[in-house]
């Protein structure tokens, strides 16, 4: 994320007392953010200009039925500074794809730890997707069932190791660091898997390595 001297204002719509009170604690005297509204309803989150001049809209999905997600898709073409981010007590495969459909970024277990809620917030208001570790495993394997592991014919074993470190969240300089190689041999190990893999990114990196089974659960953040 970008440095800022300004906070990022942040909305939080939900209809739980307690959830609202753990915002406003997370973000007393953060510098980074700063609870700029709230709502218990979709009725008060609609109305006024709860949402003029806010980064970040953080709700639950239980305050919109399916047929009220384009809602949101409104909120985000009405409001194009605006992120939205969903924090969930659970949800199925198919809401999350219609989630994403109408323009929510990050989506989240209420569950989750405060570096997964914090590391939502920055890709969202990166306008990246970013998915939990219990999202990612309901994408990857809807009926509950892991796919049968194949190897990865295609690359050496350092090759491989340098797709986990990737997936695990390590950066090309601290993963040089791990496994005691230059910074350099790591970027060109990077470059032969992108190759033989047919992609163009970290991102696409990890998901044919996760469709494929070399990955078990992992956070994936893109």
């Given at each position: 994320m970008q440095k800022t001297d300004r906070k990022y204002r942040v909305v939080v719509?939900?209809?739980?007392?307690?959830?609202r009170e753990a915002f406003r604690s997370l973000f007393s005297g953060d510098g980074l953010y700063c609870?700029?509204?709230?709502?218990?309803?979709?009725?008060?989150?609609?109305?006024?200009?709860?949402?003029?001049?806010?980064?970040?809209?953080?709700t639950d999905p239980g305050l919109f039925s399916r047929v009220q997600y384009g809602l949101l898709s409104e909120l985000a073409h009405s409001h194009p500074r605006l992120s939205i981010m969903v924090l969930t007590p659970g949800i199925t495969r198919e809401e999350v794809?219609?989630?994403?459909?109408?323009?929510?970024?990050?989506?989240?277990?209420?569950?989750?730890?405060?570096?997964?809620?914090?590391?939502a917030f920055q890709a969202a208001l990166n306008k990246?997707?970013?998915?939990?570790?219990?999202?990612?495993?309901?994408?990857?394997?809807?009926?509950?069932?892991?796919?049968?592991i194949r190897q990865p014919e295609a690359l050496t074993r350092a090759e491989l190791r340098i797709v986990e470190l990737v997936a695990s969240g390590l950066t090309t300089k601290q993963i040089a660091e791990k496994i005691r190689v230059s910074y350099h041999t790591?970027?060109?190990?990077?470059?032969?898997?992108f190759r033989?893999?047919?992609v163009n990114n970290a991102s696409e990196m990890v998901m044919h390595a996760l469709r494929a089974g070399w990955i078990d659960t992992i956070e994936y953040h893109i």
């Open positions: 719509a939900e209809g739980q007392f307690l959830i609870l700029a509204g709230e709502a218990d309803s979709l009725s008060e989150l609609m109305k006024g200009s709860l949402l003029d001049g806010a980064d970040l809209l953080i794809l219609a989630l994403t459909k109408s323009g929510v970024y990050a989506i989240v277990y209420k569950t989750a730890g405060k570096e997964e809620i914090l590391a990246k997707n970013f998915f939990c570790e219990k999202v990612m495993e309901l994408l990857i394997h809807p009926n509950g069932r892991k796919h049968s790591v970027m060109s190990h990077r470059k032969n898997i033989k893999l047919g």
